[in-house]
């Protein structure tokens, strides 16, 4: 018989399902059987390597170990499915060979549940229909399922289940374990690519006094024996820049930051960040690096340089498209910003094209809401989108043979940025202006603006040599290449509101 679970079962019929696999676990303990006690299982192979090396194998004794996932019973024997960290495995059991009557129908037959914990030990062998098998010889139950699996968990209407109990989305839904297999891997050919390039990795502080490196809210908390509020990082960049004037001239982190903004198909509140700085080069050496390091998560990751994201074929192998931000406003929206001459016909540009803005916005702002309007969703295959107005860029070197502008980068993908970058400023007097300037953007109502950052203004003081800077979203650059329609698919536990 198939020992399955009807996933039209009424409430009333689940509770009653629930209770009786608790009265198991009691009769089980009352037989001193606890599978809770067991502390440890022996276990010599996984699903994968049984199938990969069964010449090898064949006819040797292996211990297998993990979830019970269904269970066909024919009389004196049975087939069991098991599903351990590399896939699935069969295992096929019989009366005789696990322990003799009272076991086979009073313990495995009874007691042992789809969803419950196993270890099996037994012999390779091929069944008469050529399937890789273990033939059991000992069956150990590990732990008990007090839950009842999904039978097809795709089928389930409330997607939001599947976020909110990733342990079971993990068990039924292989895809899924694979994206994250894939999310580690990025993460590790990141870390290989830039350690092979001499960077340093490093790790800076979660809690900060001062937020900074980026537009953006905080999250605020209160530090009790300080008695002082503390904000989570919105960025990586303040502290790994003051390590580039200590002398480390290579670093690099990846880590979580924290917004205190909206959340959608590509933001959650906590995401996972590189950033890195380089001295003595600029912008367009971090270029390199940025598409030296997607090409190479392409090779490892993908196998290819030419990937499919949802529908969309885009080609890595050939060099990034690189615009810079007017070029782009005047190839898709046919305005030329360097005739604009003013803030006062940005403005009325913006007015004639509905586009909104606010009274404290300059002609760099306009320029990049043009940008957002006309461009952004253009920019399918990667693409650098470079020297953005100094307005929007207070952290970044200005571009000396161009007024207004600044020598700074975003990578651009299916008409997503998944890079920024800069040749960082290291004037200090300058970036105490810049940070004043967003002082007003603050008082004005921005709670974005950055704030004044006195010990990162003396370390510029002690002097910054030359240097370049980029950060990248790995959740995005995950979703890239696990074809992740949502930033959801690629985290493990997305923030979710708690349910009532």
Known sequence: MANKINTENTAEDLGEILRIRREKLKTLQDMDMDPFQIVKAEVTHHSAQIKESFDELENKTVTVAGRLMSKRVMGKAAFIDIQDRDGHIQCYVTRDDVGGADFYNGIFKKMIDIGDIVSVKGFVFKTKTGEISV???EIVLLSKSLQIMPEKYHGLANKDLRYRQRYVDLIVNPEVKESFIKRSKVISTIRSYLDGLDFLEVETPILQTIPGG???RPFITHHNTLNI???LRIALELPLKRLIVGGLERVYEIGRVFRNEGMDMRHNPEFTLLELYQAYTDYYGMMDITEGIIKEC???VAGSYKIEYQGIELDFEKPFERITMVDAVKKYADIDFDEINSTEEAKALADKHDIEYESHHTKGDILNLFFEK???DKLIQPTFLMDHPIEI??????KYDKEGYVERFELFIVGREFANAYSELNDPIDQRRRFLRQEELRSLGDEEANMIDEDFLTALEYGM??????????????????NAPTIRDVLLFPTMKPLD
């Open 298 to 300: 392409c090779r490892k």
């Open 374 to 376: 006309y461009v952004e």
């Open 465 to 482: 040599p030359p240097t370049g800077g980029m950060g990248m979203g790995i959740d995005r650059l995950v979703m890239l290449f696990t």
């Open 393 to 398: 860029s207070p952290l970044t070197k200005k």
């Open 229 to 231: 509020d503390m904000y």
């Open 135 to 137: 033939h059991a010889s």
């Open 214 to 216: 980026a537009s953006a």
